[in-house]
């Protein structure tokens, strides 16, 4: 046993000397790999951040800055892997051959995440939100954080962080609230059948004319929109800043009603009449 133990150890130191500069060489090429990565590594994130602050810099779309980098910066990376790859002898002809066959495989696997990119692609091209909006889609609602590569990133409005696919995105129907700077507001008001239809009306005219943050133009529409079955509604649809939207439609509801109260105009609301009948025993 001794002896095969001394043998082996003799063989390895045999062949460690006769085989010294390929172990340099070899040892060298890896070494020069792995500083290729770290090196490259490195590069690669400075010059992505520089560029990103230097879009933004030039008010380009945090969106459409966002997501170049991100191109930019996994492309770079394929190359620096391609690189040290041939730092250590691999042909790198070859590898980008295997590279391309294993690209298709995987391509037709993970079908949904070429189109998410894809579909990311697209909601940049064709910019239906930018960073900053407030928009619904796939289910969800929230202000766009960020587009990236295969997802886009909202925050809602209790500080949650939603990630959705970005083709789940473009393949539904995208609300966006901050598009536009002005919205309208729908209101439906519900009066008694016994209130003064004209006294109403001035009612809700004066309270939206007391109100600075709603616009004159256009208009206000106040008007009588359905009889319905047990009220009058009265539709009022008054124009404001979007940033203004939620603040003026809450406080037109308090006002409204407090209004209508202070002028004896009654609100009605479901009742139900009940109707107790009372059978006599019989002797």
Known sequence: MDENLTQLGNDVGGWITNNQELI??????????????????MVIRLATNSLNRLLKARKVDPTIANFATSLIKYALLAFVVIAALGRVGVQTASFVAIVGAAGLAIGLAL???????????????????????FIEAAGTAGVVESVQIFTTVLKTGDNRI??????????????NYSKEERRRIDLVIGVSYDADLQKTKQVLQQIIEQDERILTEPGCTIAVNELGASSVDFIVRPWVNTADFWAVRWDLLEKIKQALDANDIGIPYPQMDVHLIREEKSA
């Open 111 to 133: 079908q949904g995440s070429l189109s998410n990119f894809a579909a990311g692609v697209l909601l940049i091209g064709f910019r239906p939100f930018k960073a900053g909006d």
């Open 162 to 175: 939603i990630v959705v696919p970005n083709s789940n995105i473009l393949g539904g129907n995208i609300i």
């Open 24 to 41: 340099i060489s070899y040892a060298v090429n890896l070494t020069a790999a792995l500083l290729i990565i770290l090196v490259g590594s």
